[in-house]
């Protein structure tokens, strides 16, 4: 599908679209995570607990700030939909939009996962994964990326006409309801777009449409953060397995995923300390 403009183009058209472009947040602006520090915490850590989710459903897990958490592979090639909030706060909650501006539509090493407004603090440091050979391909596709929004039976029903109760903001919903022990109808306006975990997705060349294409992710890849406040997260094994073909379906190969939690030796984090809310004051009238 392309688009045909409505007008002739202006004399000046080619220098209007001549203008440089200009990196919103460039490079450098943000304070870095410490990755020293972070990558000396991780060589000693310990297992404490971990989550299995089944394919096509959703698992809930918490993990203490100053502690690491893992997304694994373990069966076979899966897709994750990864959401977070505050552990004492709902409302503060992972901010896809703001992530992918701050850093890139994928996210790797280094990058930080951003909580909403006002808040607008770091939730999560990635620092570890397994993927991160895999750059840019060809069609200009990555790997963990913050474009999409989760697949959702509303969606569904407005494309194919269907009804679908496995899709990611389902399983998502489910597994935050059961955790808080609250009703769907109270959970689900908590659920908020993901980070799609081991998705391999980019934009098409010519008419700059959301395509995905089957993850490169294998068993035993894994992708690694540190958690900077109290999370509470959900994740769901997406009904389209590697995403290859299909989502929202029960035609696709689907497999569980793993999520560990690990404790670091508190030595080496001697000094460290959660990052509090965005300082800006709240009394301007916005």
């Known amino acids: 599908m392309s688009k045909t403009p409505s007008m002739p183009a202006p004399s000046d ?12 947040y460039p490079n450098g602006t943000l304070v870095p995570a410490d990755m020293a520090m972070l990558e000396g915490a991780r060589a000693g850590l310990t297992k404490i607990d971990e989550v299995i989710v089944p394919p096509r459903d959703a698992g809930a897990f918490k993990v203490p ?28 909650r992972f901010f896809s939009g703001k992530t992918r501006a701050l850093h ?23 620092t570890h994964d397994t993927l991160g050979w895999y750059g840019w391909d060809a069609d200009g596709a990555g790997v963990h990326d913050v474009i999409g929004t989760r697949c959702d039976p509303y969606t569904n029903r407005l494309l194919n006409g269907g009804d679908y109760h496995h899709c990611c903001h389902s399983n998502l919903t489910r597994a935050l309801a059961s955790v808080r022990n609250i009703s769907v109808q109270e959970a689900e306006p908590h659920v908020h ?39 509470l997260g959900a994740l769901s094994a997406c009904p389209g397995g590697d995403c290859g073909s299909t989502h929202s379906s029960d035609t ?35």
């Open 104 to 126: 890139a539509t994928h996210v790797g090493v280094g990058d930080r996962l951003w909580s909403t407004l006002p808040a607008l603090r770091p939730m999560a440091t990635i």
């Open 13 to 24: 058209a080619a220098e209007r679209r001549g203008k440089p472009a200009v990196v919103v």
């Open 252 to 286: 696709a190969a689907c497999y569980p995923l793993k999520v560990e939690i690990f404790h670091p030796d508190p030595a080496v984090l001697k000094g460290w300390t959660s990052p509090a809310v965005n300082a800006y004051p709240r009394t301007h009238g916005l």
């Open 65 to 92: 700030k100053g502690h690491f958490f893992r997304i694994v592979s373990v069966e076979g090639a899966q897709v994750g939909d990864l959401n977070l909030w505050n552990a004492d706060d709902l409302s503060e």
């Open 193 to 231: 777009d993901v980070l799609n975990v081991f998705m391999c997705t980019g934009f098409t060349h010519d008419t700059h449409q959301y395509f995905m294409k089957a993850s490169p992710v294998r068993p035993g890849d894994f992708i690694e953060f540190f958690a900077e406040i109290d999370l």
